[in-house]
């Protein structure tokens, strides 16, 4: 059987060989000792009634965590801390938009989580009810998802901001009872009305009858419609405490919807019991954090890493938790995020590479980290995207020495670490450019396109073994059929990730690009994240993206964006020719990499992704889709006009495609 060591890491007296991550992982990754092992970790959480089945195999694909045991999620984030520890800081709201910090102890916020889970109860929100939350970077949206997880419904949080088709698209889908919205949300130069837009999504989704609870902020008064929106904190006041209700562990928690490429977006449901236990673990092991430690996540609670890093991760280990309204850069500079991290004396950190690049593009010596404080931080993590080498090793330098730098590989569909560094069981070196290696229970395999494993440092599809861990999506929302078709079909007994990347021969594994985003120029699989690495470890560049554009010779060729540092200041054509010159001797002519273009910015979704497919169709000639998500969409006329230049799109301009390219011939 298990045992543990001085750091309560569990362990196993067969391996005493191993160190405690190669220990954890032969565990959670072995059939005989999985269950065992999760069975372990699901006592870091308190149940009403301990799960007897661990894991129910019965109906594979669609496998059940913890089907059997009962407990409330919003009990365990909130009420068992503040029974012990009542006047410990819960939450820390921090605006600098507004210029407004706030702080809760978990007293008064299981007291305003009670009541207002009240206050839903009166509008008839009962167990498995859906409850849509259309809200900004506020407290009260810190309440309401916790008031929906004490009533046992099922909330949804839809991107504060989101334009009506794609928040209609999202109501329709899940059918809620109530929605739960805020009259703004503040950017550094507007103000956006979701009032606004919510009643106009409303109207698309035919759901006109829904009712709304509205916070009424100061900065945008709207007229409330009788009998239809209801004030946030009158509502509150009017509810009574209300106790925790027990739900089974299989019962879903949440649904997080992302955008599908029908159209129709897909409902990612998140069990209770998985959720609370690997988010249990993770704040345990890879960013060893404990009760009473502070978090700073600098994520938007509409994105997976705010459902598991700002709300429920370290609530449920009694962690104080960060809600941030600002931006990196901007609100005022690009020091922000590390005079918050100094005057909270913040242990942890989770941020995005975008973000990162940002603030790097702004503060490239890294002053600003430097300046601050931060000999309490501990972890500096990323997701969201992959981290490019410059960027990581800007950090490296920039953070404390004793601050370890974790690049995390995630995903919306798994809720926690699919690769990732380790705090608190076994550090391993940091490498640039990997996200270390897997988490205990995923086990990964790269395979090729017949489903067989490939060996290391061989570029191939990420995949993970059936049964995922604890946390994993058991189905898309009402639709067994996508979730099997998207996931499932691609590699039979694995979770096909949609990635592409390899395992180096130290086991560390390297997410490379989507499997989409693989370029296949004259039989060649080139990968673009390797072209962009590139590409960003010139001196004056920030930022690149890489994509295809159609050839009627090779199939497909690269085509690269690059956004300069600030104040650099270089003749366009003389940089493109490096750049292109850079590639052929980093990559190889192979590469057929000859269309290179500067931009002032990149097009991003509003979570900072950049939109490869808005490039790729302009280089292609087609008309760009522009999803609602886009955070700037006065970016793409320039780079339309660009693409023209450069003899993409519609019309080639002899003369410029001459004057950048004609001094490097290409190789056959």
């Not at 059918?175 to 950017?187: F, L, N, Q, R």
């Not at 390899?502 to 994240?529: C, K, M, P, Q, W």
């Not at 660009?642 to 519609?650: N, S, V």
């Amino acid at each position: 059987m298990v045992s543990k060591d001085e750091s309560n890491h569990v362990l196993h007296p067969n391996f005493p060989e191993l160190n405690p991550y190669e220990q954890h992982f032969r565990l959670a990754g072995d059939d005989k000792t999985m269950e065992e092992f999760w069975g372990e970790h699901a006592k870091l959480i308190d149940w009403t009634k301990f799960p007897k089945t661990i894991l129910d195999k019965n109906e594979p694909p669609f496998f059940k965590w913890f089907p059997d045991g009962e407990f409330n999620t919003c009990y365990n984030c909130l009420d068992r801390h503040a029974a012990t520890n009542g006047d410990r800081l819960a939450l820390i709201y921090e605006s600098p938009i507004t210029k407004t910090t706030k702080q809760y102890t978990f007293n008064e916020l299981k007291q305003q989580t009670a009541k207002f889970a009240g206050a839903l109860a009166n509008h008839g929100v009962t167990k498995g009810d859906r409850v849509i939350i259309y809200m900004p970077m506020i407290p009260e949206s810190i309440i309401a998802t916790l008031a929906c997880a004490r009533l046992g419904a099922i909330h949804s949080i839809v991107f504060g901001g989101f334009a009506a088709k794609e928040l209609a698209s999202r109501i329709k889908d899940a059918d809620p009872k109530i929605v739960v919205s805020a009259t703004c949300g503040i950017e550094p130069h507007k103000i956006v009305n979701y009032k606004t837009m919510l009643d106009e999504a409303l109207k698309i989704a035919e759901k006109t009858s829904i009712k709304k609870i509205i916070v009424k902020r100061e900065q945008l008064k709207v007229d409330f419609i009788e009998g239809e929106d209801f004030d946030f904190h009158e509502e509150l006041e009017k509810g009574k405490e209300v106790d925790p209700v027990p739900v089974l562990g299989s019962d879903p928690l949440y649904i997080l919807y992302t955008s599908g490429t029908t159209g129709v977006p897909k409902g990612i449901v998140r069990e209770n019991g998985g959720n609370a236990v690997a988010l249990m673990y993770s704040m345990k092991y890879i960013f060893g954090l404990k009760p009473g430690d502070i978090y700073f996540s600098t994520s938007d609670i509409g994105w997976v890493v705010g459902h598991s890093y700002i709300i429920y991760g370290p609530l449920l280990n009694g962690t104080t938790t960060i809600l941030f309204e600002g931006k990196p850069t901007g609100t005022p500079d690009s020091g922000i995020l590390w005079r918050i991290a100094e005057k909270w004396k913040v242990r942890g950190m989770y941020s995005s590479p975008t973000a990162m690049r940002a603030v790097r593009r702004e503060d490239p010596e890294g002053k600003h980290i430097q300046a601050a404080d931060l000999s309490n931080l501990v972890s500096f993590s990323m997701a969201g995207e992959r981290v490019d080498i410059p960027t990581s090793h800007w950090l490296i330098k920039s953070l404390p020495k004793t601050c370890l730098v974790n690049d995390n590989y995630w995903q919306t569909e798994t809720g926690w670490s699919i690769g990732t560094n380790f705090v608190n069981l076994h550090t391993f070196p940091v490498k640039p450019g990997s996200t270390t290696k897997p988490a205990p229970g995923m086990r990964v395999a790269i395979l090729g396109e017949d489903c067989h494993q490939l060996p290391p440092k061989t570029l191939g599809n990420i995949c993970i073994k059936l049964p995922m861990p604890p946390s994993f999506m058991p189905t898309l929302y009402r639709n067994d059929k996508a979730f099997v078709d998207r996931y499932l079909r691609e590699a039979p007994c694995y979770y096909f990730t949609g990635d592409a990347g390899f395992v180096d021969e130290e086991g560390y594994l390297h997410v490379t690009t989507r499997v989409d985003d693989i370029i296949n120029t004259a039989g060649h699989r080139l990968s673009t994240s390797q072209m962009e690495e590139v590409l960003t470890g010139h001196k004056d560049i920030v930022e690149a993206a890489v994509l295809s554009a159609k050839d009627e010779l090779k199939g497909e060729v690269p085509v690269g964006f690059v956004v300069m540092k600030a104040g650099a200041s270089r003749d366009k054509k003389e940089l493109i020719k490096e750049l292109i010159m850079k590639i052929r001797e980093d990559i190889g002519p192979v590469a057929s990499f000859n269309y290179c273009m500067v931009v002032d910015k990149l097009p991003k979704t509003r979570s900072g992704k950049i939109l490869r497919n808005v490039l790729r169709a302009i280089v292609d000639g087609e008309q760009p889709k522009i999803p609602p998500t886009i955070e700037d969409d006065s970016v793409i006329e320039p780079i339309k006009a660009e693409a023209l230049k450069c003899g993409l799109g519609k019309k080639a301009n002899i003369e410029y495609e001459e004057a950048t390219h004609s001094a490097i011939p290409e190789e056959h």
